[in-house]
Every structure is written in C-alpha cells, then in structure tokens.
C-alpha cells in the first residue's frame, strides 16, 4: 500500500523552506525512501531543489562545548540569507546581543541528526568563543527553554554554487513507486 509522503503541492509548489523540508524527510528514511502519492502540478513536480548532499554540505552544525566565533556563525547567516534583526519573530530571522545570537531556522536537523524539523528559534548562549548552550525560545515570551545538544542548520539560499551541481529537479527524489497525480491536464499539455 501507499503511504501519503506530501502535502497537497498545488500551483508552483510548496514554499522553499517546505520543499527543503520534504526533500530532507524523504532522504532520511531509516530504510530508504517510502513509497507515497502526492498531488502536484507539473510545474510544482519539475521545480529544481538543492541537492540533499549539497544541504548537509553546506549546513551549519552547532553544538554544545563546540568552539566557534561567534562572528563567523553570523557571517554564515547573512551568507545563507537570514536577516538581522533586534529579535525573531520569522523563520530566516537571527538578532545577535553580546554572547547571544537567537536564530530562527525555516530548516534544521534535529540533534540526532536523523530527522527534520519543522521551523524552530533557538539561542546559541557563548562563553567567549564556545558554546554553552543552545535551548529552544519560546516566541511569545522570548525566553529559552529546552536544551539541545546540536542542531544543524541548511541554507536554504545563499552560499553560490552553479545550478547544475547545487540542484536537481524535485521528481529526481521521490522514489521510484510514487504515484503522482497531476492536476490541470491543460497545463501539462502547454509545459
């Protein structure tokens, strides 16, 4: 039988960091890709994607008692698209106060490194150039809770490669069994 593996797609897709989100998800099946049935468009079925080895490539990892510089992570968030602000509210937001920096991720690995998140902020606490601690942030009140040994961060834009070796099309990594209903057969004709 056909386990569901998508959201319904419709018109061009799923937002970026929803797409990204899926392509990790199905990649990271303990014993490889499911079988599943997702309706789309063909427009939505053809978008390119990053490469999965191409996000844990250029993903950021941090994790507690890990020595980085504080500045470099920034540097690394305003490569991969993120904006600075005075506190996050949005997935792709970061706002950074003394040995602070609160990141507001559309995509992350969870600790385990084994599945995929859904958005999340955290605060990355330094101790001069180390990590001390890195805890989920609650958005209303903006105070942290949960503690996370590490977290991987995936640029979702950003960080410059040539489209034929940073991307392929989404229907390249679904698997072989999926079954694909396609929506607006006019349109097909005209793609």
Same mark, same amino acid.
């Given at each position: 039988p056909f386990i569901a593996i998508a959201r319904h797609l419709g018109g061009l897709g799923l937002s970026a960091p929803e797409r990204l989100?899926?392509?990790?998800?199905?990649? @990271?099946?303990?014993?490889?890709? #499911?079988?599943?049935?997702?309706?789309?468009?063909? @427009?939505?079925?053809? @978008?390119?994607?990053?490469?999965?080895?191409?996000?844990?490539?250029?993903?950021?990892?941090?994790?507690?008692?890990?020595?980085?510089?504080?500045?470099? *992570? *920034?540097?690394?968030?305003?490569?991969?698209? &993120?904006?600075?602000?005075?506190?996050?509210?949005?997935?792709? @937001?970061?706002?950074? #106060?003394?040995? *602070?920096?609160?990141? &507001?991720?559309?995509?992350?690995l969870a600790s385990t490194g084994s599945s995929v998140s859904e958005p999340q902020a955290v605060r990355v606490e330094f101790f001069g150039d180390q990590i001390e601690s890195i805890r989920l942030i609650d958005l209303d009140t903006q105070r942290s809770g949960e503690a996370l040994k590490q977290i991987t961060l995936v640029a979702a834009v950003g960080q410059s490669l040539s489209i034929a070796q940073a991307t392929e099309l989404f229907i390249n990594v679904l698997p072989p069994e999926t079954i694909v209903v396609l929506e607006e057969p006019t349109q097909i004709a005209e793609v």
């Open positions: 989100r899926l392509v990790l998800e199905l990649s @990271q099946s303990a014993s490889g890709p #499911r079988s599943g049935m997702i309706s789309t468009s063909v @427009q939505a079925l053809n @978008q390119p994607i990053p490469k999965v080895d191409t996000l844990r490539q250029r993903g950021l990892e941090l994790a507690a008692g890990k020595t980085l510089d504080p500045q470099d *992570i *920034i540097t690394w968030l305003v490569e991969a698209g &993120f904006e600075r602000t005075d506190s996050v509210d949005y997935p792709g @937001q970061f706002a950074h #106060r003394g040995g *602070i920096l609160d990141i &507001f991720a559309p995509v992350s």
